[in-house]
C-alpha cells in the first residue's frame, strides 16, 4: 500500500515539476532550445519546446507507469527484501535524474538568444547524476523494509560416506535465450569487423557506437547463459559459461551448511548475478538451487539440477572436516 501510494504521490510530483518548469519560463527560452551537448561542452542538438517536453514526459512515463505497474499487479515481487530496495531505489533514482536534466536543459537555455548559445557547465552533469544516484540509496535504504524470513528448515541430511571414500557430485544448467543473443553478437562484430576492414561502414561513428554493444552482449551471453557447479572435497566450485571461466571457488572450511531451495527470477530481482551482499543468488533459470550458508552467515544459492544431492555431499563434507 505504501509503495503505491509513494509511486503515485511521486509520479506527479514529478510530473508537474516536469510540465510547470518550462511553461512557465517558456517567454524566457529559445524556440528551439538545445537538448543536447558535445564532448567540448557546445550544443550540438536541438528540438521545439514542445517536442522536447513530450520527449522528457515520455522518457519519465516509461520508467514511473513500470514501476507503479509493479506496485499495482505484481506485488508479490516486492516480498523479497533486494526487490524492494532495486524498487525504492529505482523510483527516485530515476525521478531525479529526469529532473535534473530537465530542470538543468532549462537553465542552460534560460534567457539565451538562440539554442547554440546556450550553456551547460560540466559540473551540473556531475551534480545531477550525484543527486539521482543519492536519492536512489537513500530511497532504497528507507524502502528495504524488515530483512527476509529465514527458511524454518533450511540444511538436509549429511550423505552417508564410507571411511575414506571419495565422492564428487556435478551439476550443469544451460539456458538457450542467453547462447542465442551471444550468438548473434559474436555474429555481429564479425560482419561489422569485415564491414570496417572493407571499408563500408555507414559512418565514422557507426563503429564506436555498436561494437561495445555488441561485445557486452557477447559475454553477458556466454558467461549467464550456463553456469556449473562442483562438489568435492575441495570444496565448492562455480564455473560460468561454455568454459567454465570465469569461475569461483568456495573452500569447506568457509561453508557451515547447505540446502535445496525452489527460487524464481521474480523473488530475486531477475536472471543473473542478484541479490545483496550477505544473500546473493546466481539465477541462470527457475527452480531447484544449491543454497549454502558460509561460516560468517552470508548465504549464496546458484541453479543447479538435483540440488538436494549436492547439498547433501556438501554437509557430509563439512561434517567430515569437522570430525578430522
Same mark, same amino acid.
Given at each position: 500500500?505504501?509503495?503505491?501510494?509513494?509511486?503515485?504521490?511521486?509520479?506527479?510530483?514529478?510530473?508537474?515539476?516536469?510540465?510547470?518548469?518550462?511553461?512557465?519560463?517558456?517567454?524566457?527560452?529559445?524556440?528551439?532550445?538545445?537538448?543536447? @551537448?558535445?564532448?567540448?561542452?557546445?550544443?550540438?542538438?536541438?528540438?521545439?519546446?514542445?517536442?522536447?517536453?513530450?520527449?522528457?514526459?515520455?522518457?519519465?512515463?516509461?520508467?514511473?507507469?513500470?514501476?507503479?505497474?509493479?506496485?499495482?499487479?505484481?506485488?508479490?515481487?516486492?516480498?523479497?527484501?533486494?526487490?524492494?530496495?532495486?524498487?525504492?531505489?529505482?523510483?527516485?533514482?530515476?525521478?531525479?535524474?529526469?529532473?535534473?536534466?530537465?530542470?538543468?536543459?532549462?537553465?542552460?537555455?534560460?534567457?539565451?538568444?538562440? @539554442?547554440?548559445?546556450?550553456?551547460?557547465?560540466? @559540473?551540473?552533469?556531475?551534480?545531477?547524476?550525484?543527486?539521482?544516484?543519492?536519492?536512489?540509496?537513500?530511497?532504497?535504504?528507507?524502502?528495504?523494509?524488515?530483512?527476509?524470513?529465514?527458511?524454518?528448515?533450511?540444511?538436509?541430511?549429511?550423505?552417508?560416506?564410507?571411511?575414506?571414500?571419495?565422492?564428487?557430485?556435478?551439476?550443469?544448467?544451460?539456458?538457450?535465450?542467453?547462447?542465442?543473443?551471444?550468438?548473434?553478437?559474436?555474429?555481429?562484430?564479425?560482419?561489422?569487423?569485415?564491414?570496417?576492414?572493407?571499408?563500408?561502414?555507414?559512418?565514422?561513428?557507426?563503429?564506436?557506437?555498436?561494437?561495445?554493444?555488441?561485445?557486452?552482449?557477447?559475454?553477458?551471453?556466454?558467461?549467464?547463459?550456463?553456469?556449473?557447479?562442483?562438489?568435492?572435497?575441495?570444496?565448492?566450485?562455480?564455473?560460468?559459461?561454455?568454459?567454465?571461466?570465469?569461475?569461483?571457488?568456495?573452500?569447506?572450511?568457509?561453508?557451515?551448511?547447505?540446502?535445496?531451495?525452489?527460487?524464481?527470477?521474480?523473488?530475486?530481482?531477475?536472471?543473473?548475478?542478484?541479490?545483496?551482499?550477505?544473500?546473493?543468488?546466481?539465477?541462470?533459470?527457475?527452480?531447484?538451487?544449491?543454497?549454502?550458508?558460509?561460516?560468517?552467515?552470508?548465504?549464496?544459492?546458484?541453479?543447479?539440477?538435483?540440488?538436494?544431492?549436492?547439498?547433501?555431499?556438501?554437509?557430509?563434507?563439512?561434517?567430515?572436516?569437522?570430525?578430522?
Amino acid at each position: 500500500m505504501i509503495s503505491r501510494l509513494t509511486a503515485t504521490v511521486w509520479g506527479l510530483a514529478v510530473t508537474a515539476v516536469l510540465v510547470l518548469l518550462p511553461l512557465s519560463l517558456s517567454d524566457r527560452l529559445p524556440d528551439p532550445i538545445a537538448t543536447h @551537448w558535445g564532448a567540448g561542452g557546445a550544443p550540438d542538438g536541438s528540438m521545439s519546446q514542445g517536442a522536447a517536453l513530450i520527449a522528457v514526459l515520455a522518457l519519465w512515463s516509461a520508467i514511473w507507469l513500470v514501476l507503479l505497474g509493479i506496485a499495482l499487479w505484481l506485488p508479490g515481487t516486492l516480498g523479497k527484501q533486494a526487490n524492494r530496495i532495486f524498487w525504492w531505489a529505482s523510483l527516485f533514482f530515476g525521478g531525479a535524474l529526469v529532473l535534473g536534466m530537465s530542470i538543468t536543459t532549462v537553465l542552460a537555455n534560460l534567457d539565451a538568444p538562440g @539554442w547554440a548559445a546556450a550553456e551547460l557547465a560540466g @559540473w551540473q552533469v556531475l551534480a545531477v547524476i550525484a543527486a539521482a544516484l543519492a536519492a536512489g540509496a537513500l530511497a532504497g535504504y528507507a524502502g528495504r523494509g524488515t530483512a527476509d524470513a529465514k527458511p524454518a528448515h533450511q540444511a538436509v541430511p549429511a550423505m552417508s560416506l564410507r571411511p575414506g571414500q571419495r565422492t564428487v557430485w556435478v551439476s550443469r544448467v544451460s539456458v538457450l535465450w542467453p547462447m542465442i543473443a551471444a550468438g548473434v553478437a559474436a555474429a555481429g562484430i564479425a560482419v561489422t569487423g569485415a564491414l570496417w576492414v572493407a571499408g563500408m561502414l555507414p559512418g565514422g561513428a557507426f563503429l564506436p557506437g555498436i561494437l561495445p554493444v555488441l561485445i557486452i552482449v557477447l559475454a553477458a551471453g556466454l558467461v549467464t547463459g550456463s553456469v556449473s557447479v562442483r562438489v568435492s572435497e575441495n570444496g565448492l566450485a562455480i564455473g560460468f559459461g561454455p568454459f567454465g571461466r570465469p569461475g569461483r571457488h568456495i573452500p569447506l572450511s568457509q561453508i557451515e551448511s547447505a540446502w535445496a531451495e525452489d527460487r524464481q527470477p521474480g523473488e530475486v530481482g531477475g536472471w543473473g548475478f542478484r541479490g545483496l551482499p550477505g544473500n546473493s543468488t546466481i539465477m541462470v533459470r527457475g527452480g531447484d538451487c544449491l543454497v549454502v550458508r558460509y561460516r560468517s552467515g552470508r548465504l549464496l544459492a546458484v541453479s543447479a539440477d538435483d540440488a538436494e544431492r549436492g547439498a547433501a555431499l556438501v554437509n557430509a563434507l563439512v561434517e567430515e572436516r569437522i570430525a578430522s
